[in-house]
């Protein structure tokens, strides 16, 4: 006897399966359009803001800092990283791979490192997986270069 509320909520559900939300065929050629889910452009990318990176900084601030002449953590104050020589912001003491790298830490050399830590500079002693998503790079790299300001 328990069973027959559930069999019968189960038998409810079924029986509107076979009805369809699509208007009946016509012989129109004219009536006949392509379905809301095919006709539907896909979803426009959101170009990524300043904004949209301070929620994402929040992975690093367990190592980083970001304020002006703010503290080194387990990594280096960050303020003022985009456009700054890869391995100089005073007082950290780098990783022989950072400091080998040399360069400037532009949006592109961010991104690519950033991606993938590890795997971009063996070496490094930054654990952290990285960030997959080019668009949440791009928006942790404005709001860092923001932060700059």
């Not at 452009?41 to 367990?62: I, S, Y």
């Not at 005073?90 to 022989?96: E, L």
């Amino acid at each position: 006897m328990r069973r027959a509320p559930a069999l019968l909520a189960v038998a409810f559900a079924l029986a509107g399966c076979g009805q369809s939300d699509q208007p009946a065929a016509t012989d129109d050629p004219a009536a006949e359009s392509a379905t809301p889910a095919e006709s539907a452009e896909p979803a426009a990318a959101v170009e990524p803001t300043t904004a949209m990176g301070e929620p994402l900084f929040k992975r690093c601030v367990a190592c980083h800092t970001i304020d002006k002449d703010g503290r080194n953590g387990v990594g280096p104050n960050l303020h003022g990283i985009v456009g700054r020589a890869v391995a100089s912001h005073p007082g950290f003491s780098y990783s022989g791979a950072m400091k080998a790298r040399g360069g400037v830490w532009d949006e592109a050399a961010l991104d690519a490192y950033l991606a993938a830590p590890m795997k971009n500079l063996p070496g490094t002693r930054m654990a952290f997986a990285g960030i997959p998503d080019a668009a949440e790079r791009k928006a942790l790299i404005l709001y860092l270069e923001a932060q700059s300001e």
